[in-house]
Every structure is written in C-alpha cells, then in structure tokens.
C-alpha cells in the first residue's frame, strides 16, 4: 500500500456501470486493484492511515478501510480476463449474481475517505456483541460488548467467576465473534 495520503476521483456516473463489492484473499486488496486498473477497470480501494508501534519506531502505514474487500464499477459482468486477478476470491452476491452497491453508499464512502477526517475501520460493533480481541495486550480475551465510550474506545466486559470485570480496548483491536 501506498505510504502517502491518497485521493480518490470518481468519475462520472455511466448510463449501465454500477459498483460491485470484490471480495479478496486476505491482505491482497491493493494486488487486485493495481492488476484491475492494468486492465482499465475502475476500481476504488478506500484505505486510512495507521499507526503501528514497533520496538524502535512508529510508523503511519495505510491499511485498506474494508479488509478483504475492494470496489469496482463495471457492467453486469466482469470481464473474463479480471476474473483471473491474482488475489480475486468472488464477486459479492446473492444466489450466484452480483450485488450492485447502491451508487450513494459508494459516494458517501469516498467523501468520508477525501474529507481530511480521521478515519478508522472496524468491525461493525452493537452493544451486546460477543467479541475477541486479536491485538494489543489483552489480545485473546472474549467477552461481551457493554457500551461504546467514545468515538474511539469501547468496553468490553469480560465474565470471570460469575462476575465482570471491564477494560477499555481500541475498536481496531477486536472482532466480532458470531
């Protein structure tokens, strides 16, 4: 991925093109985008900056805001060609036909993305959730969602001899469990 902030342009709508939803191999987002975009298929891969800590530094890298998922508009079918993208899971659908993403949520996206905001992406998080965190200190830990603190933090409640202890995490750190 890219180091630098990106922006996006989107070009103008077409009379038959609509936004599909690209379901990737894991970590292999940006692969199949620049191997679309050789084949002039637009594609919108929308990413945010992170902070990683390591021993001896910090660095900003960009990680993709869906993972495991990039845009692209095109007609009903993908070429044959793109079918064969390296990293390419499927298109995401229904009943072995595509899903076409209403063209608004695609905007609504690349506006947030192009705002200057601080974006972040995560799991789809609801109170009472049964969670795991995957990273950070507590990583391994499952428990239950209790409350959203802030825009950045949660609580999650953690049951231990039929009682709850509480511990705030990063949304990035945690996974929804199903």
Partial sequence: MATGAQVYDLPKRGEDLRWYALHTRSHCEAKV???LRALNIEVFLPDYASRR???DRVKVIRLPLFPGYLFSRFERRLPNEALDAPGLAHIVGF???PAAIPEQEIESVYRLVN???NVL???MLKKGNRVRVVSGPLKGIE???EKIKSQYRLVIS???LCRSISAEVAPEWV???F
């Fill in 175 to 177: 996974e929804v469990l």
């Fill in 158 to 160: 953690v049951e231990l």
């Fill in 115 to 117: 705002s200057g905001l």
């Fill in 53 to 55: 800590q390591w021993n």
């Fill in 95 to 97: 009943a072995d036909r």
């Fill in 143 to 145: 428990g239950r969602l």
């Fill in 33 to 35: 985008a620049d191997y």
């Fill in 121 to 123: 992406g995560g799991p």
